[in-house]
């Protein structure tokens, strides 16, 4: 069973574009989180969600917006792609009391044309 | 703010070559110190936490160490399989506070 599931791995767009990225884990964990990393490996935080409250909102542009229906899931929708969003995405979950114990989805990897 | 810095930024060691990798931070007031280790195409996979100076942990041919200002990942005899980059990462007390990562060395073991 897959812990902390994202989709879709591969997103190829254009410019301009909407796009969405699903996250669940199957952990039980109160805490999930949207992590970027750039070409150059560098894992940065952007969003952190306890029990459905958004608790972290990292400088991050307001074309992004996440969406918890539930603590078991976390959404990532992207308004009006740029180039600069070509990144790999991660979800990830934690339990409130071990924030720095993550545990990370396999990511999203998201190319703007 | 929180700062990571991790050295080298790439190693190349044979099989059975011991070395240590660095983890230099600031951060005000340290929560926890946090070891992964990620895979190409993979997310990130949690190894270690360690909360205070002169603290151990071990797993495998791994430990983690822990200082002041640092901490180090030992490797003992790699094997080709602990090829992987291993990202060291922060949290600061008090409060709500985020995790902070390291950008990483990429560790490379020849058979």
């Known amino acids: 069973d897959t812990a902390v599931s994202q989709t879709p791995k591969y997103l190829v767009t254009q410019m301009g574009n909407d796009k969405s990225i699903k ?91 | 703010e929180d700062q990571v810095t991790q050295s080298p930024e790439a190693l190349r060691l044979q099989e059975g070559e011991s070395s240590s990798l660095n983890c230099s931070y600031t951060v005000s007031g340290l929560r926890g110190l946090f070891w992964y280790r990620q895979d190409p195409g993979k997310g990130p996979e949690f190894l270690f936490t360690l909360y205070s100076a002169g603290e151990e942990k071990e797993k495998e041919r791994l430990k983690a160490t822990l200082t002041k200002k640092e901490s180090f990942l030992h490797i003992t005899a790699p094997k080709p399989e602990d090829s992987a980059t291993y990202l060291c990462a922060v949290q600061a007390s008090g409060g709500y506070q985020k995790v902070t990562f390291g950008t990483g060395t990429k560790l490379q073991v020849i058979p």
């Open chain 1, 23 to 113: 996250c669940e884990q199957n952990l039980g964990h109160d805490t999930m989180y949207w992590y970027k990393q750039d070409s150059k490996k560098f894992l940065k935080i952007m969003f952190s969600y306890n029990n459905k409250e958004l608790i972290i909102n990292e400088t991050v542009p307001n074309r992004f917006s996440p969406k918890s229906p539930d603590k078991a899931h976390l959404n990532l929708h992207i308004n009006s792609l740029e180039l600069g969003d070509s990144a790999v995405y991660f979800c990830a979950s934690s339990q409130r009391r071990s924030i720095g114990e993550l545990f990370f989805g396999e990511g999203s990897r998201l190319t703007v044309l």
